[in-house]
């Protein structure tokens, strides 16, 4: 039995909201101006050093930690109130249990995965393995989760699936198939160029493709 990793926030739940809302809670907390939720959300998929770099300009290594410690611990609160699990990803996702393991690899911090996906009305008993990116040396789009994930597992990938260009490129250097579904910001040509091996515009689409 190989093993298919998943992204998660936009793959498997609706999360752009209470990720935008943590991270104005710290940009206000250390004296940075708000953004857009919907401008916020076109830098969500990358390492969150790189998302901190680009809503908050000018700023310091210290203090991008602190942005991001305080986002994720204060995340969860928004998450109860804004996350939604995307449609139709439970009977997908069991469907998919029939012949892999699923592992959910995801550049939020470890801890925080269990909690947004139970905010979300999403089981994690669905999941074999989760991998943060407090896991692992370098986050998505390095293949460093997906090998994590591998490792725990001991079994072999077979397939990486995800919403951002970050998610493919992860995949790619992990040598393993890569599938890119069309449910977050990146648009299909934005996605195309990454050259995935299937571009599907719904989750349920799994279900009718050869991985």
Same mark, same amino acid.
């Given at each position: 039995m190989k093993l298919i990793c998943f992204d998660m926030d936009n793959t498997l739940i609706r999360s752009n909201m209470s990720h935008a809302v943590a991270f104005n809670k710290a940009l206000e907390k250390y004296g940075f101006k708000?953004? +857009?939720?919907? &401008?916020?959300?076109? @830098?969500f998929g990358?390492?969150? &050093? &790189?998302?901190?770099?680009?809503?908050?300009? +000018?700023?310091?290594?210290?203090?991008? $930690?602190?942005i991001i410690d305080y986002h994720d611990n204060i995340l969860? $609160? @928004?998450a109860r109130i804004y996350n939604r699990k995307v449609r139709g990803v439970e009977g997908v996702l069991k469907f998919l249990k029939k012949k892999y393991k699923i592992g959910i690899v995801s550049n939020c911090k470890?801890? +925080?995965?269990?909690?947004?996906? /139970?905010?979300s009305d999403l089981n994690y008993r669905l999941f074999d393995v989760f991998v943060g990116n407090d896991d692992v040396k370098h986050s998505k789009p390095y293949p460093d989760e997906i090998l994590k994930a591998e490792k725990l597992l001991h079994v072999k990938a077979e397939c990486m699936i995800g919403? /951002?260009? @970050?998610d493919v490129r992860a995949g790619k250097?992990?040598?393993?198939?890569?599938?890119a579904i069309l449910s977050g910001v990146y648009t299909r040509n934005m996605l195309k160029k990454e050259k995935p091996d299937f571009i599907l515009k719904d989750i349920k689409e799994l279900k009718n493709i050869e991985i």
């Open positions: 708000k953004m +857009n939720a919907k &401008e916020m959300g076109k @830098y990358r390492p969150k &050093e &790189e998302v901190v770099k680009a809503i908050a300009k +000018n700023i310091d290594k210290k203090t991008i $930690r602190k969860f $609160r @928004y470890h801890s +925080n995965i269990k909690t947004l996906l /139970s905010a919403d /951002s260009i @970050y250097k992990a040598k393993i198939k890569t599938v």
